[in-house]
């Protein structure tokens, strides 16, 4: 009995930090985002914008594995976001996608991988991950 109650906790206990680590983590990247579409959202053709999107995608943990598979470059993400801005100039609730498609994996691996498709195209599939 006292050593299912040791081993239990050798489990949980690890799984509870990864947890925590993974939820602060989240919260921080969204806070970045929020405060990024508060400041640019009216303000679209700063170039600081794509500056800041890029250097943050270079030091997070996740979003730079896709960057070095990809060698993306700002002007890569430069073209990617005036596409998405031709389509999708619009904000739902916390959401702008021309700078949210840059800080999910998913939609950043797509993004980069399908640079070269038109507008359109790349505009629908980002808004499909989104459910907008």
Do not use: G, W
Not at 24 to 37: A, G, H, P, S
Not at 103 to 116: P, Q, R
Not at 118 to 123: G, K, M, R
């Amino acid at each position: 009995m006292f050593t299912i109650k040791i081993i239990s906790y050798i489990i949980i206990v690890p799984l509870i930090i990864v947890f925590l680590r993974e939820a602060i983590y989240q919260v921080l990247k969204l806070n970045y985002e929020r405060k990024l579409i508060d400041r640019y959202e009216h303000d679209v053709e700063n170039p600081e914008l794509i500056d800041k999107m890029f250097e943050y995608c270079l030091n997070d943990r996740k979003l730079k594995k896709i960057m070095s598979k990809h060698e993306a470059t700002e002007e890569d993400f430069d073209l990617i976001y005036h596409k998405l801005l031709i389509r999708c100039n619009f904000r739902k609730i916390n959401r702008f996608v021309p700078i949210n498609a840059f800080f999910s994996v998913k939609t950043l691996d797509y993004c980069l991988a399908n640079k070269e498709k038109d507008e359109l195209t790349l505009a629908k599939t980002v808004l499909n991950f989104f459910h907008i």
